[in-house]
C-alpha cells in the first residue's frame, strides 16, 4: 500500500488527532514529554507530568534551579529517573540558549544536528521536539511506525531511522500538518489494532 493512501485512509477513519498529547500547549511540556517517553509507556510519561505540573517547575529556569533530588522524585514514574533528570537538564539549559534561534532558523536539518548534540537526546526525540514544539517539517519514527511500514506498507521496519524517515517523506507533501497527523494516526491504530501481538479488526477490515 502506498504511504499516502494509508495516511488518507486512517485519517478518513479516526479523523484529525491534534497531537502533541499534553495538558497544555507549553512548549516546554512538549519537550519534556519527549524525553520522558524515552523507554516507557504515555502513561507512565503523565504520571510524571502531573507531578510537575503540581510542582510549579515547569521551565527551564526552574528545571535547572531545582535539586537533582527534587526533580528524580517528581519524575520517578517514568523511570530512569536519574538518567532522564540529567537529560532534562541538559535540554533546559539548550531551550534557554537556542529557543528563540529555533523559532527563527527554517534550516530544519542544521536544528536537527544541535539538538543530537544535546546529552539524551537521539534522532526520536529531537524529531519529536522539532516536529511537535517547534513546528518544523520533520517526520517522526518511531517502533509504532517500523510495525505499520512492515506490515501494511511492504517496508523493512528494520531499516536505519534515516532511511525509513527519508521514504516517508518523499512519498508525503512537506507540511507539518500531515507529519503531525500522520505519526499521531499511526500511534492510534496501533494501540487500537495494530498491536505487538498481531492485527485487529481495523487493520484486517481496512489495510489488507
Known amino acids: 500500500m502506498p504511504i499516502s493512501k494509508l495516511f488518507d485512509i486512517l485519517l478518513d477513519y479516526y479523523g484529525p488527532q491534534k497531537w502533541w498529547p499534553c495538558q497544555t500547549t507549553l512548549r516546554w511540556e512538549i519537550v519534556v514529554g519527549a524525553i520522558l517517553t524515552q523507554n516507557t509507556a504515555w502513561t507512565n510519561v503523565e504520571k510524571a507530568m502531573g507531578n510537575l505540573l503540581g510542582s510549579n517547575v515547569m521551565s527551564p529556569e526552574k528545571f535547572l534551579a531545582a535539586s537533582d533530588d527534587q526533580l528524580q522524585e517528581l519524575i520517578r514514574p517514568a523511570g530512569f529517573f536519574k538518567q532522564k533528570c540529567a537529560y532534562l537538564k541538559a535540554i533546559a539549559a539548550f531551550m534557554l540558549e537556542r529557543e528563540a534561534a529555533f523559532e527563527q532558523s527554517a534550516d530544519v536539518w542544521a536544528l536537527r544536528r544541535e539538538l ?40 523493512d ?29 499511526i500511534v492510534t491504530l496501533c494501540k487500537e489494532s495494530c498491536c505487538k501481538s498481531g492485527c485487529g479488526e481495523i487493520c484486517k477490515r481496512f489495510l489488507r
Open 116 to 155: 543530537l548534540a544535546v546529552k539524551g537526546v537521539g534522532r526520536e526525540t529531537a524529531d519529536s521536539i522539532l516536529l511537535y514544539a517547534f513546528n518544523k517539517p520533520i517526520f517522526v519514527i518511531d517502533a509504532y511506525t517500523r510495525r505499520v511500514a512492515e506490515r501494511h506498507l511492504r517496508l
Open 157 to 185: 521496519g528494520t531499516l536505519h531511522y534515516d532511511i525509513l524517515q527519508k521514504i516517508f517523506m518523499d512519498a508525503l507533501p512537506a507540511d507539518v500538518i500531515i507529519y503531525n497527523e500522520y505519526h499521531a494516526l
